[in-house]
């Protein structure tokens, strides 16, 4: 096993999927891993058995460079690089113990897919706000990517995105091992605005499949989500970025086909007439899609862009149209 990196310090903030993800990745590769999780006994049970009782438990930690703790100051003071992996929903609560000081120096890494409910911002929008941190200092992770793959050893990609290209090899070089290939790119906000949207249309392709659409209608509805996506960005950020890539379009179609998709389960659910609250209380992870369909609808409330799957998610979701009656209207309006 390699040890490339003996004296990175990082802090993993959350407990699930992801975060145990690449917490395995950091550390297998050689870095010192501090990592918050809110329940004080699945910090016990890790430091006991060298797993984490609740996901991916199959991987085993090296507790000479994973050290698991309750206390979020304590973890984040220790390290170089802050790792945000707590469902966008939680980010707030969780930060607020943080002082405004306390990121200073860091550098910044969102592996969330999500934005912050009620604010309607990226996780780098308010962190870098709330910690009054440059945007320079910050990244993203994405790509293709589900944490059970991880966990099997898959051959996965991943994508670093900020606005310091140094900053995003960097963090990119600490994640790549035989089975993780990593590259930087400078779109922070197209990235990370593209890794929610792709969690709204996997959601809607889970409810068509949940009605009984096919593969054949699931296409089109791929098809026309990256015109919607494309739409979007434009209207929001205009510069050049190529869609086709994996951090784009491979992250779309990872999660709107996979059977690890949490936004793809959760969607199917409700196509089969789930209420949200059960198809939530019937998952015990989170499809960010639901937080972010609220949230990209608001936003494009001022843009006014052309966006029916997430209007029709909108509308499924929170206005409580039956699943059936908006997709048959989007059948209408797909080509
Ligand atoms: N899973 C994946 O494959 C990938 C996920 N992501 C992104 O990573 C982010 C984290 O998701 P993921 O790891 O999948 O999460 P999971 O769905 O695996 O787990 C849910 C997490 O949310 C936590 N949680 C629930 N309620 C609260 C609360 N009130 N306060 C704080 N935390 C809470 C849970 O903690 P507890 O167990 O203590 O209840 C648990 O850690 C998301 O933005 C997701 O889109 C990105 C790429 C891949
Ligand atoms: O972002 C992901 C894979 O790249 C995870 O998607 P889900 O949250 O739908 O599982």
Not at 246 to 267: C, E, M, P
Not at 288 to 304: H, P, T
């Amino acid at each position: 096993m390699s040890l490339a990196f003996p004296l990175e310090k990082i802090a993993m903030i959350g407990g699930g999927s992801w975060a145990t993800a690449l917490a395995k990745i950091l550390s297998e590769n050689g870095a010192r891993v501090g990592w918050w999780l809110r329940h004080k006994e699945d910090v016990q049970h890790l430091q006991r058995t060298r797993h984490n009782p609740r996901y991916l438990s199959s991987v085993q930690f090296d507790l000479t460079r994973v050290f698991p703790s309750t206390d979020v100051e304590d973890v984040v003071k220790e390290a170089d690089w802050v790792v945000l992996a707590v469902p966008a929903a939680f980010v707030k609560e969780t930060l607020d113990k943080l002082d405004r000081d306390a990121l200073k120096n860091k550098r910044v890494i969102s592996a969330i897919k999500g934005m912050i409910p009620g604010r309607n911002e990226l996780v780098t929008d308010y962190v870098s706000e709330r910690f009054r941190l440059s945007r320079e200092k910050m990244g993203c992770v994405a790509g293709p990517c589900h944490a059970e793959e991880v966990a099997l050893e898959k051959q996965s990609y991943l994508t670093i995105g900020s606005p310091d290209l140094a900053l995003a090899e960097d963090f990119s070089q600490l994640l790549r091992n035989r089975y993780v290939k990593a590259h930087a790119a400078a779109d922070l906000d197209g990235i990370e605005y593209c890794a929610v949207m792709k969690n709204i249309i996997a959601l809607t392709c889970g409810v068509a499949h949940g009605l009984g659409y096919g593969d054949n209608f699931q296409a089109v509805m791929v098809a026309n989500a990256v015109q919607e996506i494309r739409r979007f960005l434009y209207a929001l950020n205009p510069q050049p970025r190529d869609l086709s890539a994996s951090a784009y379009l491979g992250d779309l179609l990872v999660t709107a086909y996979s059977q690890f998709s949490r936004n793809r389960t959760f969607g199917n659910m409700v196509g089969r007439g789930y209420s949200v609250k059960s198809a939530q209380m019937e998952m015990n992870m989170v499809a960010e899609g639901y937080y972010a369909v609220k949230s990209i609808f608001e936003v494009n409330k001022d843009l006014r862009v052309n966006m029916p799957i997430t209007s029709a998610a909108y509308h499924i979701l929170y206005e409580k149209v039956a699943p059936a009656v908006e997709i048959e209207l989007l059948k209408e309006k797909f080509r």
